[in-house]
């Protein structure tokens, strides 16, 4: 498995941006599908955005498409989480996630994740 370690949340204002990482360490970036997901307080943990290896395919759920873009730098062996026109409905703690090969946005599919990272929109 590989270790995921989240940063770049925080306290923004609505039609704001901010741009969450995800750093990645032991086993081999390679062949990782990454998945960043959200979870609020009494919610079940969605899917957010997703991009497969070495990063031809992106995905993204409806709620988000058009204003976050997920990417990946292979060197650095991190993905990111371009999120603007952020709005109060995005708040939420988001979490990256891993899997090896085929992308899927059921959390279950996911083997590693990271601590998380509280983005927090006000209106």
């Known amino acids: 498995q590989v270790q995921l370690v989240e940063s770049g949340g925080g306290l923004v204002q609505a039609g704001g941006s901010l741009r969450l990482s995800c750093a990645t360490s032991?086993?081999?970036?390679?062949?990782?599908?990454m998945g960043w997901f959200r979870q609020t307080p009494g919610k079940e943990r969605e899917f957010v955005a997703g991009?497969?290896?070495?990063?031809?395919?992106?995905y993204y759920a409806d709620s988000v498409k058009g204003r976050f873009t997920i990417s990946r730098d292979n060197a650095k062996n991190t993905v990111y989480l371009q999120m603007d026109s952020l709005k109060p409905e995005d708040t939420a703690v988001y979490y990256c996630?891993?899997?090896?090969?085929?992308?899927?946005?059921?959390?279950?599919?996911?083997?590693?994740w990271g601590q998380g990272t509280q983005v927090t929109v006000s209106s």
């Open positions: 996630a891993a899997k090896r090969f085929g992308m899927s946005t059921n959390p279950i599919a996911y083997s590693s």
């Open positions: 032991g086993r081999t970036f390679a062949n990782y599908v």
């Open positions: 991009i497969s290896w070495p990063g031809g395919s992106t």
